[in-house]
């Protein structure tokens, strides 16, 4: 339990506890909703990277090589419930997950093109200057 404030003037306070930020972590993951489907169409056409056989060529010129400038799709899903643990100079997560990839043929099949586990952790530092929240997230391994 954390001590709060003695409030000098009205305000409005705050406290979300490793429990119930795991526990909403858990309902989210159980429930489906860490899952996000990204097309060609999705992407800015200025995005660096097009969801297209061309530009994974790079990556995979075997790709490009079978189904030349097709489009395709990335579904990216957590493979596991991230886990948040909280510290006093920092927040920090792991988060387990997977990107697959699939291209788009012209009759709307998916051909799987590959997949990739990524695991992560990560730390956030919150900062409040004056009036302004913000703060730092960095990949610590």
Not at 54 to 67: H, V
Request: net charge positive; hydrophobic share 45%; charged share 15%.
């Amino acid at each position: 339990p954390t001590a709060l404030l003695a409030a000098q003037e009205p305000m409005v306070l705050l406290a979300i506890t490793e429990f119930v930020a795991n526990s909403a972590a858990f309902v989210y993951f159980t429930a489906g909703a860490l899952r996000r489907n990204i097309s060609a169409d999705t992407l800015p056409r200025r995005f660096p990277l097009q969801l297209k056989t061309k530009s994974m060529g790079q990556f995979s010129p075997k790709l490009q090589e079978l189904y030349p400038d097709r489009p395709m799709e990335l579904h990216l899903s957590a493979r596991q419930q991230p886990l948040l643990s909280c510290h006093p100079d920092a927040l920090h997560g792991a988060l387990f997950g997977s990107a697959e990839a699939f291209v788009m043929l012209p009759n709307a099949t998916r051909v799987p093109a590959f997949l990739l586990n990524i695991d992560a952790n990560v730390t956030g530092k919150p900062t409040i200057t004056g009036n302004r929240l913000g703060g730092t997230v960095s990949l610590t391994g």
